[in-house]
């Protein structure tokens, strides 16, 4: 695929699916939702479950709505955008390309720290190194096959791995399941920086631009397309769950996170000893790269179209990788605070984007080649959309005396 030429149309394969599947999931359960839910546990205990579970039915509602607009259209959400109001589109480009570099420098810093706690490298260069593997995907011959195989197979690692320390952690799922419908208390600020930092920004169009350039579009692939979304959104639940009970039985055993600088190491470290340490910096490793895979891939593919010759498409995707991490590495920024400020920022964001692609859906037919769009589906985007502006409403009032 490195060739100056168009990308040529072609049917979506069944590796290319699994890689839009994996490419959203492990977007939206990268080193920042690692970060957020140790941070957040720590904090609220099992009634964290509630945001969890919050989180879900929102992403839920998003995606099969992104990507049932994006795949019938056939156009990715820049060009949608445009076709709705002139401009709108490069303002989508803009927030969302500004969120996906914020939260690009954080992952290659998630990725040093991965590789620090696994291998003893300092953060720095093991940052640095995990840069070049990412760039070295985009530039194979068939850089489209590379992104699905790793991902994939990254994304199962991560998930197995989680599974046993939320095993050995011993949580008290009881507690969490009672507390995920009827929590003690609720964190507007929690659930606002969670729903930004697994389903806002460039996360929410991931999985879509990925299935769409896999191939895969059209009115004709509707059910096709709706398969891959509900599998890809099952990935990401699956792996929320086994990482928030993993650090919940940490918690519960009374372990304090709060004065530790890597809290996560620390909980990973007190459920496994030893083994646990290194599993958790593989497990960040991994969640890290498939984020600067992700982060990087999705904002170009808004500088972009899909008749963007694929030298061009990939020259800039290396480049985003290099200025995310030049700046990591010369501003040497941390990056707790950082994947925190940019969940929330994502989280504000997220509707401006999604309610194009609801217009697209309610009004826009012309635009999805005549299709029917189904009112059940339209009806959860427009109850997803409203708990955003909901939570971004609670978000601003809750903080809004401590500007």
Known sequence: MSEDTARPARPATRSALLGAMFLMATSAIGPGFITQTTEFTAQLGAAFAFAILVS?????????????????????????????????????????VVGGLVFNIANVAGAGLGLNALLGLPPAIGGAISAVVAIAIFTVRRAGAALDRIVVVLGVLMIGLTAYVAIVSGPPVGDA????????????????????????GYITYAGAHRMLDSGLSGPEHAGQVARSSVQGILVTAVMRVLLFLAI?????????????????????????????????????WTAAITSVIGAAYTSVSFLTSRETP????????????VLSTAVFLVAGTTPVTLLIFAGAFNGLILPIGFT?????????????????????????????????????YQFVAENLGKL
Request: aromatic share 8%.
């Open 56 to 96: 879900i039915l929102v992403d839920v509602a998003i995606q099969m709505n992104v990507w049932r607009v994006v795949g019938v259209s056939g156009m990715r959400a820049h060009e949608l955008a445009n076709r709705v109001a002139p401009g709108a589109g490069w303002v989508l480009t803009v927030l969302v």
């Open 177 to 200: 399941l009672r507390q995920t419908v009827l929590p003690d208390q609720v964190s507007w600020l929690v659930i606002t920086t969670l729903i930004g930092g697994t389903v806002g």
């Open 248 to 284: 919940l039985g940490v918690v519960a055993g009374g372990v304090n996170l709060a004065d530790s600088d890597n809290p996560t190491a620390t909980a990973f470290g007190a459920a496994a000893g030893e083994v646990g340490v290194r599993l958790f910096g593989l497990i960040l």
């Open 310 to 321: 694929q030298r061009t498409t990939n020259l800039l995707t290396v480049g985003f990788i």
């Open 356 to 392: 194009i692609l609801l217009w697209v859906a309610w009004r826009r037919s012309d635009l999805l080649g005549g299709y029917r769009y189904p009112r059940w589906l339209l009806g959860a985007g427009v109850a997803g959309w409203l708990v955003t502006l909901f939570i971004g």
